[in-house]
C-alpha cells in the first residue's frame, strides 16, 4: 500500500484546510486510516482516524470538534477537515493505514503503512 498526502499549506489562525490522503496498491488489505502529526521538537501524536468499512470515526480529546475525518472508498482516499486552526496545530501531518486485529487506533506502531507528510503552518 501507498499513501499519498497533500493539502498542507500556510493559513492564518481561525482559518481552515483541508487535507487528502490518497492511497494505492492493496487497499483491500487496509482497515483502518489515520492521522498523526508532529508539530517541531515534539513527537508523534495521534489525531484521528476512520474504519474503511464501516466509517466508525475516533478523534484525539484535544481537538474539541474542531476536525472532520471522512473517506471516500471509491477515490481510496480520506480527507482530514481542519476548521478553527490553532497556532498550535502547527506540525507537518501523516496519513497512515493498517490492516485489521491492531489493538487500538491511536498507536502508531500499530500502522503499517505511512504517506510522505505534508506541512501545516498556522500563524498567529
Known amino acids: 500500500v501507498q499513501l499519498q498526502a497533500f493539502g498542507g499549506g500556510l493559513v492564518q489562525a481561525g482559518g481552515s484546510l483541508r487535507l487528502s490522503c490518497a492511497a494505492s496498491g492493496r487497499t483491500f488489505s487496509i482497515d483502518v486510516m489515520g492521522w498523526f502529526r508532529q508539530a517541531p521538537g515534539q513527537g508523534r501524536e495521534f489525531v484521528t482516524a476512520?474504519?474503511?468499512?464501516?466509517?466508525?470515526?475516533y478523534y484525539a480529546d484535544f481537538l474539541k470538534g474542531r476536525f472532520t475525518i471522512s473517506r471516500d472508498n471509491a477515490k481510496n482516499t480520506v480527507y482530514l477537515e481542519m476548521n478553527s486552526l490553532k497556532p498550535e496545530d502547527t506540525a507537518v501531518y501523516y496519513c497512515?493505514?493498517?490492516?485489521?486485529?491492531?489493538?487500538?487506533?491511536?498507536?502508531?506502531?500499530?500502522?503499517?503503512?505511512w504517506g510522505q507528510g505534508t506541512k501545516v503552518t498556522v500563524s498567529s
Open positions: 497512515a493505514a493498517r490492516g485489521p486485529n491492531a489493538r487500538t487506533v491511536v498507536d502508531g506502531s500499530q500502522y503499517d503503512y
Open positions: 476512520i474504519t474503511w468499512s464501516g466509517g466508525r470515526r
